[in-house]
Every structure is written in C-alpha cells, then in structure tokens.
C-alpha cells in the first residue's frame, strides 16, 4: 500500500515538472522568435519602414471657437478636431504598402477639405449674426424723430466691421483656389452672403431711395458676388421693406414709396424667372420661394397704402343726409 503511494506521489512530481518545463520553454520562444520570423521582420524594415513618412498639411487656422463638426456640436467643437490634428502631425507614419499609403493621403486630404469648410461655415455663421442685428439697427429709422444720419452712420460701420472681421476670413479661405473654392463651398458661405446683401441693401435704401447694383456691391464688400446670391438677397429686402412701411404707417409718404418701389422690384423678378435658362433645380426653386415670399410682402404693403386711402377720404368727407 505505502509502495503505491510512493508511485502516485513521484509520478505526480514528474508531472509537474514536466509543465513547469514547457512552461519555461514556451515563454522562452516568445521572447526569442525564430530565424524566419526575424528575417521577415528584417525584410519588411528595409523595404517598407525606411520610408520617409506622409507629411500632414492639415492648415492651424482656426478662430478658436467651434461649431458644427467632428468636434463636437456648439460653441468649442472646432478646437477638439485641430487638437487631432496637431497630435497628427507629431506622429510619424509608417507603411507596410503603398495602397495603405495612398489611402492615408486621402484621409488627409477629406480632414483638409472638411477643416476648412468648417472654417467657412463659422465665419459664415457671424456674418449672418452681424447681418441681422445691421437689419435691426436700419429698422430703427424713423422720420419723426428725424434720426437718419444717426442710424446711416452706425449702419455704415457696422457693414464695414463684418467685412474687415468675418467676411475677410472667408475671403481669404477662398482666394486660395479661386476659381476651384469659389464654387466648391457656395453652400458653405452663402447663407451668410445674402443676409448682408439684405442689410446693405436696406442701408442703401434708406438713404437715396436707390437699388444698389452688382458691381456697386462688389466694389463696396470686395468679395466676389454671384448672380444667384444678388438676387436672393435683395429679394429678401421686400420683408424688411415691408415692416418699415408698418412701422410708419402715419407717415403717408413711406408706404407709397415702397409700393412703387416693390412693385418693380416684383415685375423684374417675374421677368427674370420666365425668361432666364439654364437654371439648375435648386437655383430655380430658392428663386421660386424668394418669389412667393415677395409677393406675399407687396399684397401687404398694399393693403397699407389702401387703408390710407381710406383714412383720407373718411377725413374729408361730409356727413350723410338722409331724407325720408
């Protein structure tokens, strides 16, 4: 019985000793790979590792608050995504294969693209901000209280702040590749390009009576205005046109004015969108929106003007006489 013990209890012994050896042998092959493997290993860094890595031209600019993006949505998004960027440009790039190379310079060239239409969408985004408080501020025009070189001449600084601040940020994005950025980020920036032709247009009315022109606008944002972008923005000026012939209702020369004025304006525009050619989808249904909006505004300033006409005549009127 004891020599049977002694057996289960040596052979388990041998047994353990037996796996502490493969044990040690395993680990030791880990840390020692095997001729083939290193000649692999040795193969794959001359051929492939000496090669000089991608350099990232990701641009720095930014205005240091965010917007919309991979950074994140709100205000401050914008800086998380450049501090990928810079961290991207401390690492240097290995590749194993020139296909894996020639897909890391397309990342590079989409994180390129979307970091500068991120740029032009947040300059884009205060010159809209800007705009409308410019809207807000030409409203307070009144002829009563006889404060119009008051409000031109904050008006006119205010439209020179939002081209020298914001406007030339997205200029300066542009000017790059002019001709290629002109219409590759439209819809990155023309949002914010109507809302101050709006306001510039406004300011000008509100001091001569006048329309201004194309060129006249160009000349006085020094940015390149398309066609489309001028007649969308000036047909946004009918709403404010309207609300001011609201607001001076009493002043009887006001809401004549801008019923002539929007008049033309209206029989121009249906000139346009009968005879124009050419027009893509879009383009012919924000014309077309702009349009109803316009024709809505002029039926309302008419209304005015009509009720004026009435005021006048009840004023002058003479009293009925009813005979039996």
């Not at 300059?123 to 409000?151: C, G, H, M």
Request: aromatic share 10%.
């Amino acid at each position: 019985m004891k020599r049977k013990n002694f057996e289960n209890s040596s052979s388990s012994v041998d047994q353990q000793q037996q796996q502490t050896r493969m044990q040690q042998e395993g680990e030791q092959q880990q840390q020692q790979p095997s001729e083939e493997v290193s000649s692999i290993i040795s193969n794959d860094d001359d051929d492939n590792f000496n090669k000089p890595p991608i350099e990232n031209t990701t641009s720095n600019y930014s205005r240091g608050h965010g917007g919309r993006g991979r950074g994140g949505r709100g205000r401050g998004g914008g800086g998380g995504y450049h501090q990928r960027s810079n961290s991207y440009n401390k690492k240097q790039k290995h590749f194993k294969h020139a296909l894996e190379q020639l897909f890391d310079q397309y990342a590079t060239l989409l994180d390129m693209n979307n970091d500068k239409k991120e740029r032009i969408y947040k300059a884009s985004r205060d010159v809209t901000i800007e705009s409308k408080r410019l809207v807000f501020l030409l409203q307070r025009y009144s002829p009563k209280t006889n404060n119009k070189e008051e409000i031109l001449n904050e008006a006119k600084e205010k439209i020179e702040m939002i081209v020298k601040e914001y406007l030339s940020i997205v200029k300066k994005e542009i000017d790059e590749k002019s001709d290629e950025y002109f219409w590759k980020y439209a819809r990155s920036y023309s949002f914010g390009l109507q809302e101050l032709i709006e306001g510039i247009s406004f300011y000008y009315f509100i001091k001569d009576g006048s329309l201004i022109t194309l060129e006249a606008l160009q000349s006085e944002i020094n940015f390149q205005v398309s066609p489309l972008d001028y007649l969308l923005g000036i047909a946004d000026l009918t709403g404010e046109l309207m609300r001011l012939a609201t607001t001076n209702f009493n002043v009887e020369e006001i809401p004549k004015q801008i019923l002539s004025f929007m008049n033309e304006m209206y029989s121009n525009f249906l000139d346009i969108m009968t005879s124009a050619k050419g027009l893509s989808p879009y383009e012919e249904k924000d014309l077309k929106t702009k349009l109803d909006i316009m024709e809505t505004s002029l039926s309302k300033v008419e209304k005015i003007c009509y009720a004026i006409v009435l005021q006048q005549n009840d004023r002058f009127k003479r009293p009925l006489i009813i005979s039996q």
